[in-house]
């Protein structure tokens, strides 16, 4: 889904790039003013407040997003070379070590699991 709207994104650029010409300041940006400059940081974050409050979501830190994204794939059971990579993180250590808060449920999920393969549904214990 989020390929989907980046190339959507892509294509509403190309258009905007036809139109605008040499006016058009190229950097290659996915998020970008509408004249292709980069953002203004403060604006990035003022709109991402407002896009919060009007899907009456908790408001967090933009960078909250990275940590969001890194705990709900180690609670899909991800694999951790996979989110270390995506996090840029030059060892899985370091990813293990930031979100080892988010370990030990999933080690309560794993033996259940490992319990339910063992045992199947009619475990005695």
Same mark, same amino acid.
Do not use: W
């Given at each position: 889904?989020?390929? &989907?709207?980046?190339k959507?994104?892509?294509?509403q650029?190309?258009?905007?790039? @036809?139109? @605008?010409?040499?006016?058009?300041?190229? $950097?290659? @940006?996915?998020?970008?003013? =509408?004249?292709?400059? =980069?953002?203004? =940081?403060?604006?990035?974050?003022?709109?991402?407040? !407002?896009?919060?409050?009007?899907? !009456?979501?908790?408001?967090?830190?933009? $960078? +909250?997003?990275?940590?969001? $994204?890194?705990?709900?794939?180690?609670?899909?059971?991800?694999? #951790?070379?996979? #989110?270390?990579?995506?996090?840029?993180?030059? &060892?899985?250590?370091?990813? @293990? +070590?930031?979100?080892?808060?988010?370990? =030990?449920?999933?080690?309560?999920?794993?033996?259940?699991?490992? +319990?339910?393969? #063992?045992?199947? &549904?009619?475990?005695?214990?």
């Amino acid at each position: 889904m989020t390929l &989907s709207v980046l190339k959507q994104q892509k294509k509403q650029f190309a258009t905007t790039k @036809l139109k @605008l010409g040499s006016a058009y300041a190229d $950097h290659d @940006l996915v998020v970008c003013s =509408p004249n292709g400059n =980069p953002i203004n =940081p403060r604006n990035l974050l003022r709109s991402f407040y !407002n896009l919060l409050e009007k899907t !009456n979501l908790p408001k967090i830190r933009f $960078h +909250d997003l990275r940590h969001t $994204h890194a705990s709900l794939m180690l609670q899909q059971g991800e694999n #951790i070379k996979l #989110i270390s990579e995506r996090l840029g993180h030059s &060892s899985v250590k370091i990813t @293990l +070590d930031t979100y080892s808060h988010v370990l =030990p449920n999933m080690q309560q999920d794993a033996s259940d699991r490992l +319990d339910q393969t #063992i045992f199947g &549904s009619s475990s005695p214990y």
